[in-house]
């Protein structure tokens, strides 16, 4: 699985899942992000340092979407803390507490932790309490 989270809202705006960690798989992870979002030109894009981020192809749609990538410090875990945290607690309040028969199973199963539990029920405590997409409307009303 790969994912893309807003910084600001902690919200998932992008995910996919495949069989192998593929650069087609992150491809397809940061366009759905890009279609939901719409981001403004120069928006700062950060991954690690995997060889799916640092490919020519990924590189190419990140310069297309007027993105600025960012990428991993050699060694530094911290740069990742929060999409790891959220890869972290995905296992532990769903993967592991389930038995999946099939691939297609899991995808669903995932697919409702994030569109519907995660991003619009589960609250965070960094960002003042709230669900991340009540913290994201919250900013777009402040900001109109």
Known sequence: MASVMDLYSRKIVGW????????????????????????????IHHSDRGSQYASLDYQKQLQIYEMIGSMSRKGNCYDNACIE????????ELIYLNKYETREEAKKS????????????RIHSSIDYNTPSDYERTYLIQAA
């Open 16 to 43: 996919h899942m495949s069989e192998r960690m593929t650069k087609e798989l992150v491809l397809q992870a940061l366009k759905q992000a890009y279609g939901r979002q719409h981001p403004e030109q120069g928006l």
């Open 85 to 92: 945290s959220f890869h972290s607690v995905l296992k532990k």
């Open 110 to 121: 995932i697919f409702e932790y994030i569109e519907v539990f995660y991003n619009n029920q």
